[in-house]
């Protein structure tokens, strides 16, 4: 294949923003703010569900309370009857009488643990309220440093954005005024060759390999014409001489 020197030296342009425009991708899919958004989401995750768990426990405890303190107050209630009645003087059978008494000793023993288990279910309570405060501040704390580290990720992101555009714009430019058929080939090469499908050879060396010409090879660029496009013999990537090249 042939080309004009200067296209072939155009094409080092187009590789080199090829390279940029890898570079911005790599860049943008690498942003340290990815790992830290995907740490703090998994902290975020772990704290809502303690948050969810110490809700739960905490109205489920409300309800308990509730039901404990209507059995306290059923009792209660049932205790002021039985000593109305006694203090009446309306039961006056001497059994009757001492039935009615152990009734109301038993309700009043019973009002008792009743009433421990209500103090109990408040600790229990107490406690629930308290972890439900702790996790929602700490919720919120990790929601914000998620917010802020989400700001910082689109604002990064849409500089290279930006950046990339601009160069995906110029590399539309550049390598339109390189001939079609160099071009496709440069495409292809660069595909097959980890993104490098063209470099300079400079000081007898190729900068796609990074490996020197040996003496045949050298010989066989001087005396090849500068419109012919070379091909390192040993990455096979479209070979460019500059003045650099060291011929």
Do not use: W
Request: proline fraction near 2%; include cysteine; charged fraction near 30%.
């Amino acid at each position: 294949m042939n080309a004009a020197p200067a296209d072939q030296i155009r094409l080092l342009d187009v590789q080199a923003l090829d390279v940029r425009l890898s570079q911005l991708a790599h860049k943008r899919m690498s942003l340290p703010e990815h790992t830290e958004i995907e740490s703090l989401t998994a902290d975020l995750a772990q704290l809502r569900d303690l948050l969810v768990a110490s809700q739960t426990e905490e109205s489920d405890t409300a309800r308990e309370q509730t039901k404990a303190e209507q059995d306290v107050d059923l009792v209660r209630q049932r205790a002021v009857r039985d000593q109305q009645r006694l203090d009446s003087g309306a039961v006056s059978s001497p059994k009757d009488l001492e039935s009615l008494q152990r009734e109301i000793a038993s309700l009043a023993k019973r009002q008792g643990d009743l009433e421990d288990v209500v103090l109990e279910v408040m600790e229990r309570r107490e406690s629930a309220q308290e972890r439900v405060t702790e996790f929602t501040a700490r919720v919120s704390a990790v929601q914000a440093r998620v917010d802020d580290a989400t700001a910082r990720r689109d604002a990064a992101t849409q500089a290279l954005d930006d950046e990339t555009a601009t160069a995906t714009k110029e590399r539309e430019i550049v390598a339109g005024s390189v001939p079609a058929d160099l071009l496709k080939l440069y495409d292809r090469l660069r595909a097959q060759s980890g993104g490098v499908g063209a470099a300079r050879l400079y000081q007898r060396r190729c900068e796609g390999c990074r490996l020197e010409l040996n003496i045949t090879e050298v010989n066989d660029v001087k005396a090849a014409s500068p419109d012919t496009v070379l091909r390192c013999e040993n990455c096979h990537r479209i070979l460019v001489r500059t003045a650099e090249s060291g011929l």
